[in-house]
Protein backbone atom coordinates (compact mmCIF):
# COMPACT_ATOMS: atom_id res chain seq x y z
CA UNK A 1 0.00 0.00 0.00
CA UNK A 2 1.77 2.96 -1.31
CA UNK A 3 1.74 6.12 0.89
CA UNK A 4 0.11 9.13 -0.63
CA UNK A 5 2.20 12.23 -1.54
CA UNK A 6 2.29 15.63 -2.35
CA UNK A 7 4.99 17.81 -4.50
CA UNK A 8 5.23 21.47 -5.31
CA UNK A 9 7.80 23.74 -7.33
CA UNK A 10 7.48 27.18 -6.95
CA UNK A 11 9.66 29.27 -9.59
CA UNK A 12 11.17 32.44 -10.51
CA UNK A 13 12.80 34.32 -13.31
CA UNK A 14 14.53 37.62 -13.26
CA UNK A 15 16.18 38.92 -16.71
CA UNK A 16 19.06 41.13 -16.28
CA UNK A 17 19.49 42.08 -20.48
CA UNK A 18 17.31 40.78 -23.18
CA UNK A 19 20.08 38.03 -22.72
CA UNK A 20 21.08 36.99 -19.77
CA UNK A 21 18.51 35.35 -16.90
CA UNK A 22 18.70 34.47 -13.05
CA UNK A 23 16.55 31.41 -12.43
CA UNK A 24 15.15 29.89 -9.29
CA UNK A 25 13.12 26.82 -8.42
CA UNK A 26 12.08 25.86 -4.53
CA UNK A 27 10.72 22.59 -4.64
CA UNK A 28 9.18 20.53 -1.96
CA UNK A 29 8.20 16.95 -1.55
CA UNK A 30 6.01 14.97 1.12
CA UNK A 31 5.61 11.47 1.09
CA UNK A 32 3.60 9.28 3.64
CA UNK A 33 5.06 5.89 5.13
CA UNK A 34 4.45 2.70 2.75
CA UNK A 35 3.53 -0.77 3.72
CA UNK A 36 4.46 -3.81 2.08
CA UNK A 37 2.62 -7.59 3.33
CA UNK A 38 3.14 -10.27 1.71
CA UNK A 39 4.56 -14.04 1.60
CA UNK A 40 7.88 -15.08 0.22
CA UNK A 41 7.72 -18.48 -1.36
CA UNK A 42 9.23 -21.87 0.11
CA UNK A 43 12.31 -22.60 -1.90
CA UNK A 44 13.42 -26.04 -2.55
CA UNK A 45 15.92 -26.65 -0.37
CA UNK A 46 13.34 -26.84 2.29
CA UNK A 47 13.14 -23.17 3.30
CA UNK A 48 9.32 -22.73 4.26
CA UNK A 49 7.20 -19.86 3.05
CA UNK A 50 7.70 -16.94 5.19
CA UNK A 51 5.84 -13.93 6.14
CA UNK A 52 7.04 -10.42 5.12
CA UNK A 53 5.89 -7.32 6.77
CA UNK A 54 7.65 -3.70 5.99
CA UNK A 55 7.11 -0.53 6.72
CA UNK A 56 8.79 2.22 4.79
CA UNK A 57 8.61 5.73 6.46
CA UNK A 58 7.52 8.93 5.29
CA UNK A 59 10.06 11.11 3.66
CA UNK A 60 10.31 14.91 3.26
CA UNK A 61 12.20 16.90 0.64
CA UNK A 62 13.17 20.86 0.55
CA UNK A 63 15.76 22.11 -2.14
CA UNK A 64 16.31 24.92 -4.29
CA UNK A 65 17.66 25.31 -7.62
CA UNK A 66 19.44 28.58 -8.89
CA UNK A 67 20.62 28.87 -12.51
CA UNK A 68 21.30 31.04 -15.19
CA UNK A 69 20.35 31.32 -18.93
CA UNK A 70 22.14 32.75 -21.15
CA UNK A 71 20.45 33.88 -25.46
CA UNK A 72 22.52 34.18 -28.16
CA UNK A 73 19.27 35.03 -30.11
CA UNK A 74 15.21 34.40 -29.65
CA UNK A 75 14.69 30.65 -30.46
CA UNK A 76 18.67 29.17 -29.15
CA UNK A 77 19.83 29.70 -25.68
CA UNK A 78 21.61 27.73 -22.29
CA UNK A 79 20.80 27.06 -19.07
CA UNK A 80 23.41 26.45 -16.15
CA UNK A 81 22.50 25.85 -12.41
CA UNK A 82 22.46 23.09 -9.58
CA UNK A 83 19.61 21.68 -7.66
CA UNK A 84 20.24 21.01 -3.84
CA UNK A 85 17.56 18.50 -2.10
CA UNK A 86 17.44 17.20 0.96
CA UNK A 87 15.33 16.94 4.15
CA UNK A 88 14.39 14.23 7.12
CA UNK A 89 14.79 10.39 6.07
CA UNK A 90 16.05 11.95 2.81
CA UNK A 91 19.21 11.87 1.09
CA UNK A 92 20.63 14.76 0.50
CA UNK A 93 21.65 15.29 -3.09
CA UNK A 94 23.22 18.41 -5.60
CA UNK A 95 22.60 17.91 -9.25
CA UNK A 96 24.64 20.08 -11.87
CA UNK A 97 22.35 21.38 -14.76
CA UNK A 98 22.87 22.12 -18.15
CA UNK A 99 20.46 22.64 -20.61
CA UNK A 100 20.64 23.82 -24.64
CA UNK A 101 17.31 25.36 -25.10
CA UNK A 102 16.26 25.54 -29.10
CA UNK A 103 12.74 26.59 -30.44
CA UNK A 104 11.98 26.02 -33.79
Not at 30 to 49: E, F, I, L, Q
Not at 68 to 83: F, H, K, M, P
Amino acid sequence: RPGSGFFCDAAWESSLSRRWVLALDIPYRRSHATRVDGTAPADSAGVPAIAIHRSFGAGEAFGFAPAIEYSWSANLGILVGTRVVGGPHTTTTITPAVAINYVH
